[in-house]
């Protein structure tokens, strides 16, 4: 069974700090790899996504890859509020069309 | 642009009842996709279609039929409701294989 492993949370962090969101994934084959924002009662909403290790930035957020480890993370920095919300990981099933999801870990940005 | 549109966005059924969500993308998208999601499980595919004409099963495709009507069109059926599908149901698609996807508002169903 392909896993996406994500710490439910709450992850409670201060208005203004770095927020660190971590994922591992069982598929060493998996290619893609996507951070969604899920607000309560709402659709998932995809902030980033990554296909090589290392670093990608975008604003506030950036996203980490490291396939040696199968280990995906997400900072967002100057953390706000309007932040808070589920964030889910997601990565591809090699060879198919299907995506991966983890359960999502909760952040809380505590003004 | 919609993006990807869903109907119904809340519907209540009796158990035995028989409904079709429906789903239509603007994009241009090959694949589209229908998960639920229940808490605590996070989003699990019940059926996709990586192309028109075709369709497959997910994780959890008991219960239900698909339809890829054509290129933007791809609708959920539900022949006989159970209890057990409760859930708020999310259609989304993607282009190409493996890139981003992108996601309806959902539909809130309970069966009661």
């Known amino acids: 069974q392909k896993e996406v492993e994500q710490n439910s949370g709450p992850l409670s962090v201060p208005e203004g700090a770095i927020a660190s969101l971590n994922c591992t994934y069982s598929?060493?084959?998996?290619?893609?790899f996507f951070w969604y924002r899920q607000y309560s009662g709402k659709s998932p909403e995809l902030i980033m996504f990554?296909?090589?290790?290392g670093d990608k930035e975008d604003g506030r957020f950036t996203a980490q890859l490291n396939k040696a480890s199968q280990y995906v993370s997400l900072l967002i920095r100057d953390s706000q509020p309007s932040d808070s919300a589920t964030y889910l990981c997601?990565?591809?099933?090699?060879?198919?069309?299907?995506?991966?999801f983890g359960t999502g870990t909760r952040l809380k940005v505590l003004a | 642009n919609a993006g990807v549109t869903q109907t119904p966005k809340f519907q209540v059924l009796k158990t035995g009842q028989s409904m079709t969500l429906q789903c239509a993308q603007d994009?241009?998208?090959?694949?589209m996709y229908w998960y639920r999601q229940d808490p605590g499980m996070g989003l699990r595919l019940i059926y996709y279609s990586a192309s028109e004409g075709t369709t497959d099963k997910g994780e959890v495709p008991n219960g239900y039929n698909v339809s890829r009507l054509n290129k933007r069109e791809f609708s959920l059926r539900l022949e006989s409701a159970a209890p057990s599908q409760t859930s708020v149901y999310f259609c989304?698609?993607?282009?190409?294989?493996?890139?981003?996807?992108?996601f309806g508002p959902g539909t809130r169903l309970t069966v009661t």
């Open positions: 994009m241009n998208h090959n694949s």
């Open positions: 990554i296909y090589s290790n």
């Open positions: 989304a698609s993607s282009d190409p294989k493996g890139y981003e996807q992108y």
């Open positions: 997601a990565v591809t099933d090699a060879g198919t069309y299907k995506y991966i």
């Open positions: 598929d060493r084959g998996s290619q893609s």
